[in-house]
């Protein structure tokens, strides 16, 4: 027997296999529960056919795997090249050091023949075993003290006012009370406070403890402290509610709320929402959220937020206010925010001479939701200077403003001629807007969407739209998505007209705007005077506010061959819900049973309602029998009100065995009048949607 050729062998074989290089870890210091991530780095001729690496805790330390005496800690495929990586959490009860090792196997079953580790040092946390406050009354200055125990040593402990009382320390809410690195005789930490006015009537003081290794305690500790009887809490007392819309967006969604809000303690937060039942304090389910303000600058608190009025002609916005004891205000305050008012229907800027440029501009209040206009209105038309669509005051100069009398249907018409200076050129573009008041500042009192014009020159055959009507709708219908549009009108060209071409002008500045309005089509036309008309269907790119416009064109060519586009009044465009149930359309019950449904629906503004019955005679219709198997609820169990989830229930009782159907609907809270399309109604409501339910 050659026993060096053996050996040889033996060896050869060896460098054949694979084995694990190296085993590192992301941190070496760890505390329990922490997730650290290991790299497994495999070498050797077939480390390329190695499928899996294993990871076990080598509980008796001896480099090898043993069977109910080492912890398993399961195995990894995810690999970068030859190396493995596992996230590895460090179990709770760990503490000392913990010798980690790792294996790996290849296709056909062949481990390592070299296996590797790493040895990670368990850091315990902080624990807190005593907390107190003296003295527990009084206004006077206080302490707080606390004691902790660590596997090392504590380092120090730190104590703070944890004003929204959720037990860890938060940044720019919580009020820092001090750090103490100094235990006193009897091993306890301590501080002293005073409190001030700021403070709640009860307030929770927490301590945390951090250690050698810089690792923070996991059960922090708190308490309450007790002011004397002398000072008694109060609710906060709000004021000076203010109701602030963006008119220069022109679609008036954009709301600014301001509200001042005082407490002989310190006022939490306040809250805003729109009270759609008109009770003057929330309702849940029925009620939308605006949102909350927890900053205040000088006490005035104040929220700048989006809303889609849910399809009223206004809302009314209430606030509240809560102090850190928990109480809420002695006194709601409200106001209201319009959906729409006036609106620029046509303007037009042709110089005049040479020396003067005439201003042509209507102004109109749509008779929508029953409203009833102003007796009269401010003015302006300004220049835009840097030709960038919006109004700034500083830059943009007002050149021409006033008063005139509007009557509900439309209408006042300015046509001021300013002359014009050295530095106006020919291609100037002037913007005009309804304002609230011609003084203070006035883009603070626009009260209309803004509609540009480009300087013309002085040309008799300019063509125009002389009259433009739009129909959304009918009797039955809303301005929502599906409903036939019908815009008809008149044009004048005395050079002969070509085509009139017709668009949604979602940002209302009377402009056409590629990638922003909605292109609706065209239709040919002749002559030099004529009618239109042309019609389609909303879709639901339009949803939200626009307004129908029309241009018409001359038969030359050129950069004046289009009229100005013509609009006659806001259009707000909805969308009905949708609603589906989940989990299928198919169920069975028990005979007797409640049935429990979540739906899930989506509107554009803000759903209001889920309901359900049951077809008990089966004719598709909701009649008598069906009376006893209803069910309605706005109470929401996810998402938010204009994509979530309702929960209803109907009981069975006195339902025969056999199969029916069940019928869902969602409703929003679009609400409209006499004078609007469709008349007056609470609510849109979504199509049917129905499922089958077979009880045995």
Do not use: C
Request: charged residues 20%.
């Amino acid at each position: 027997m050659n026993t060096t050729s053996n050996i040889e062998q033996l060896e050869s074989r060896q460098m054949m296999s694979h084995g694990i290089a190296n085993v590192t870890s992301d941190d070496a210091v760890v505390t329990p529960g922490q997730v650290v991530t290991v790299s497994i780095e495999v070498n050797g001729a077939d480390a390329a056919a190695v499928s899996a690496a294993t990871l076990f805790r080598d509980m008796n330390s001896n480099g090898q795997w043993d069977a109910g005496v080492d912890v398993d800690l399961g195995s990894t495929t995810s690999r970068n090249g030859n190396t493995f990586v596992k996230q590895l959490t460090i179990g709770a009860g760990w503490n000392g050091s913990a010798r980690i090792m790792a294996d790996a196997v290849t296709n056909g079953g062949a481990w390592a023949s070299v296996r590797n580790g790493v040895t990670l040092r368990i850091n315990q946390m902080p624990t807190l075993t005593e907390f107190g406050i003296t003295p527990r009354a009084g206004s006077t200055p206080a302490s707080v003290f606390a004691k902790a125990t660590d596997d090392s040593s504590v380092r120090a402990m730190t104590f703070f006012l944890d004003r929204n009382e959720n037990g860890k320390w938060d940044a720019g809410t919580d009020t820092s009370l001090g750090t103490s690195f100094a235990r006193g005789g009897d091993d306890r930490f301590r501080v002293s406070f005073t409190p001030d006015d700021s403070w709640a009537r009860h307030p929770r003081i927490v301590a945390d403890a951090v250690d050698d290794d810089n690792d923070w305690s996991r059960d922090r500790r708190g308490g309450l402290h007790t002011f004397d009887d002398s000072w008694t809490p109060s609710a906060p007392s709000l004021s000076n509610l203010t109701v602030s819309q963006d008119w220069a967006r022109t679609d008036g969604k954009r709301i600014t709320i301001r509200v001042s809000a005082l407490d002989n303690s310190a006022v939490r937060a306040v809250t805003f929402f729109v009270d759609h039942d008109d009770n003057g304090r929330w309702t849940p389910g029925v009620d939308d959220s605006l949102g909350t303000s927890s900053s205040s600058n000088g006490g005035v608190f104040a929220l700048t937020t989006l809303t889609d009025f849910a399809g009223r002609p206004d809302i009314r916005i209430v606030a509240d206010a809560v102090d850190f004891d928990g109480s809420w205000a002695s006194a709601r305050l409200s106001g209201t925010a319009r959906n729409g008012w006036g609106f620029v229907s046509e303007f037009e800027a042709e110089q005049d001479s040479g020396t003067q440029v005439e201003l042509e501009a209507k102004f109109t209040f749509p008779s929508i939701f029953g409203r009833t206009a102003p007796t009269s209105s401010s003015w302006i038309i300004f220049r835009d200077t840097a030709r960038d669509g919006l109004y700034d005051s500083a830059n943009d100069p007002v050149i021409a403003s006033g008063t005139d009398p509007v009557d509900l249907d439309g209408n006042i018409r300015v046509r001021p001629r300013p002359t014009l200076g050295a530095l106006w050129a020919s291609n100037n573009r002037y913007g005009t807007a309804l304002a609230s008041s011609l003084s203070g500042n006035l883009a603070a009192n626009i009260i209309s969407n803004i509609r540009y014009a480009d300087q013309r020159s002085n040309n008799p055959n300019l063509p125009r739209i002389t009259d433009l009507d739009d129909q959304v709708g009918s009797s039955s219908e809303y301005a929502r998505v599906g409903a036939t549009y019908v815009l008809s009108g008149t044009f004048e060209v005395p050079s002969g007209a070509s085509v009139v071409s017709f668009f949604f002008d979602k940002n209302l500045n009377g402009i056409w705007d590629t990638g922003t309005d909605i292109d609706l089509g065209s239709r040919s036309v002749s002559g030099t005077t004529g009618s239109f008309t042309f019609s389609g269907i909303v879709q639901r790119s339009m949803i939200g506010f626009g307004a129908f416009a029309a241009a018409v064109k001359d038969v030359t060519s050129g950069a004046e061959s289009w009229s100005q586009p013509v609009s006659e009044e806001v259009t707000q465009v909805f969308a009905a819900p949708t609603v589906r149930t989940v989990g299928g359309s198919t169920f069975t019950a028990p005979r007797g049973s409640t049935l429990v449904f979540d739906v899930n629906y989506s509107d554009d503004s803000s759903a209001r309602a889920a309901t359900a019955f049951i077809d008990a005679n089966g004719n598709g219709l909701f009649d008598g029998p069906d009376s006893g198997y209803v069910a309605a609820t706005s109470l929401i169990i996810g998402g938010s009100r204009s994509e979530g989830s309702m929960r209803l229930s109907i009981n069975t009782a006195g339902l025969a065995a056999g199969t029916y159907r069940v019928y869902f609907a969602v409703s929003d809270h679009h609400r409209g009048d006499d004078s609007s399309p469709g008349g007056r109604s609470n609510g849109l409501w979504s199509e049917r949607y129905a499922i089958n339910i077979t009880l045995t």
